[in-house]
């Protein structure tokens, strides 16, 4: 086998290794690129094409992250990852361990964790890589990983997301949801809401978003029944499917173009968290992105009686 088609098996891997350091696809993307110009320069065959690619997109991942954290700093409003439809990389014996590890939640919760520990929490726990090779990709002593591995695993474990185990449940219930809020049905959505639901949007400054995090089932509510059919009347669709391995929907305008992601945390029977996604940055990577201010300015416009909106 030539290194292309290595390199190409072991593609998938890779890119989930780095989105789960940065966080973001088109990031990821660059450094599996660039994992690949330096596997094509080196002049000698390692003896382990997996082991050396993911020691490399590691490294590589890690360095781009520390110039990342800065950037992150200064963002406008909440920072949510890049939304992710689908995982390149399965593992039907792990496979519901790496979903919940590309959520939402527990990409924010390494985003608490140094870039060292993260890479070595990502390769450890989500990928069951050795001491050995995760002392290779990251430059440090096996003691020195098992330490950032214990650093990383405390803080992770203190916040950890859990999630509806019963995945079928879980769907059917996000499927309810979606049908409610395109109905505007006030009750429905409050029955399939946690007492204490968050409502949390990540615009970049650059869309129409919310000013502050909506908190509590009535208010979240009330706020989806006032919107959504109005997004229905002007020919917004989504559909419904994973988003970062949890349920959620990806939101196009009357031409297809992508509006928002949003992803649910579900859990004991109702939705805890909802996460919004609507920077156009972000969305690229799933199309042509919609013009969110003039979806806004059109939804508005649909509340009013038709005698009293422009022509």
Not at 77 to 102: C, H, I, K, M, V
Not at 115 to 134: C, H
Not at 185 to 205: I, T
Not at 209 to 237: E, K
Request: hydrophobic content about 40%.
């Amino acid at each position: 086998m030539g290194r292309t088609e290595e390199f190409e098996g072991l593609r998938p891997l890779l890119f989930s290794i780095a989105y789960r350091i940065l966080g973001s696809v088109s990031e990821a993307e660059d450094a599996v690129q660039e994992t690949w110009l330096r596997w094509e320069a080196a002049a000698t065959e390692p003896d382990s094409a997996k082991a050396y690619l993911s020691s490399v997109v590691t490294r590589v991942s890690i360095d781009v992250l520390k110039s990342a954290r800065v950037r992150r700093e200064a963002y406008v409003g909440p920072w949510f990852p890049e939304p992710l439809l689908t995982d390149p990389y399965q593992d039907p014996e792990r496979s519901a361990e790496l979903a919940d590890s590309l959520s939402m939640a527990a990409l924010l919760l390494l985003e608490r964790l140094s870039p060292l520990e993260r890479a070595v929490f990502v390769l450890r726990e989500v990928f069951a890589f050795g001491f050995p090779e995760i002392a290779s990709a990251v430059g440090r002593s096996e003691a020195a990983c098992r330490q950032l591995a214990v650093r990383a695993r405390r803080h992770m474990d203190a916040g950890r997301p859990r999630f509806e185990a019963d995945r079928r449940e879980r769907d059917a219930l996000a499927e309810r949801f979606f049908d409610a809020l395109r109905e505007g049905d006030v009750d429905s959505l409050r029955e399939l809401l946690a007492a204490d639901v968050s409502l949390v949007g990540d615009g970049g400054g650059k869309t129409p978003q919310l000013a502050r995090t909506v908190m509590g089932a009535d208010n979240v509510a009330r706020l989806f029944a006032s919107y959504f059919p109005r997004l229905v009347r002007i020919d917004v669709t989504w559909e419904a499917g994973e988003v970062n391995g949890q349920p959620g929907a990806v939101f196009r305008d009357r031409d297809g173009r992508v509006l928002t992601a949003m992803a649910l945390d579900v859990l004991d029977g109702q939705i805890q968290t909802i996460r919004s996604v609507t920077n156009p940055d972000k969305l690229g990577h799933m199309g042509p992105v919609a013009d969110a201010w003039a979806v806004t300015r059109e939804a508005n416009e649909a509340r009013r009686p038709p005698s009293d909106r422009k022509n």
